[in-house]
């Protein structure tokens, strides 16, 4: 069945790059996505990309996406406090039966100063 | 402004007891979805609806039940069979492929 993969922590010091990374397993998956959930709340969508493209980039987010390896990464750069948060990683297949997302365990981000 | 409300925000439970977790959204959209997040192990899929009177089981349904009357709504109750139901349980809905997924703001149950 699909499954999507990361780590579970990552800690980086205010200013610097994080780099977030996930695997999955389905060879299909069109979309996939970054979700940001801070403390108690919902998941907010990061930005996503379609299985077609290598790259994209949005202000200080850069999602690659290397479809060979399936592997997508998430890089904020000049990371700040307001960037901790768990950070998931999710995939959608359309098909003939319902689509679904299917998420990952999420990554913890936390920010030393 | 068109959204996805859950409520409670916060819920307690007896054991032996029924509850239901509410759904609603105004965004129009066709699917619907239930997760449970536990710490550490992401979102898992409850039970998910792609068209009103119609639902479908996810990874972990046992111990849960649904209702899809309206499309505005899906409610979750959690049953007494559902053997440990304290986590938070996030509501989304989803326009179609490619767009994106709106949460709402979670419901996090505690059995007392």
């Known amino acids: 069945g699909e499954d999507v993969e990361q780590s579970l922590f990552l800690s980086v010091r205010e200013g610097d790059s994080s780099v977030i990374n996930c695997t999955y397993t389905?060879?299909?998956?069109?979309?996939l996505y970054w979700y940001k959930q801070e403390p108690g709340a919902g998941l907010q969508l990061l930005t996503y990309i379609f299985s077609n493209m290598d790259m994209k980039q949005d202000q200080r987010l850069t999602v690659l996406l290397n479809k060979k390896d399936k592997h997508l990464s998430l890089r904020i750069a000049d990371t700040q406090t307001g960037d901790s948060a768990i950070y998931f990683c999710?995939?959608?297949?359309?098909?003939?039966?319902?689509?679904?997302?299917?998420f990952g365990s999420g990554t913890r981000l936390s920010i030393r100063p | 402004d068109g959204g996805i409300t859950q409520s409670p925000k916060y819920l307690f439970r007896k054991e032996g007891q029924n509850v239901t977790l509410s759904c609603e959204q105004n965004l129009n959209h066709d699917a619907m979805y239930w997760y449970r997040q536990d710490p550490g192990q992401g979102l898992r899929l409850i039970y998910y609806?792609?068209?009103?009177?119609?639902?479908q089981k996810g990874d972990i349904a046992e111990g849960y039940s649904v209702s899809r009357e309206k499309k505005e709504s899906f409610p979750l109750t959690v049953t007494s069979a559902q053997k440990n139901p304290t986590a938070f349980y996030l509501c989304a809905t989803w326009g179609r492929v490619g767009t994106e997924a709106f949460f709402g703001q979670g419901t996090r149950l505690t059995v007392v």
């Open positions: 999710a995939e959608s297949t359309p098909g003939s039966s319902a689509s679904k997302i299917i």
């Open positions: 609806s792609q068209i009103v009177n119609d639902f």
């Open positions: 389905d060879s299909s998956s069109t979309y």
